[in-house]
């Protein structure tokens, strides 16, 4: 399963319901906002399965 979080702030949501979601996810974080995402990469490498992707939106 897939999910696109656009405007995804700092991606604490996704850090907080992290129990509750499936093993087999992949959450895509897109916010227009730099230090949004700078924001959501600090906050979210400290998670174990976490890696880093850069792509053009319309390529997901």
Request: charged letters at 35%; aromatic letters at 6%.
């Amino acid at each position: 399963m897939d999910i696109l979080d656009i405007g995804c702030g700092n991606g604490l949501l996704w850090v907080k319901e992290k129990e509750i979601l499936p093993e087999n996810i992949n959450i895509y974080l897109v916010d227009n906002s730099k230090a949004m995402i700078n924001a959501a990469r600090k906050l979210i490498l400290n998670e174990k399965d976490y890696y880093e992707k850069k792509k053009k939106l319309l390529d997901l």
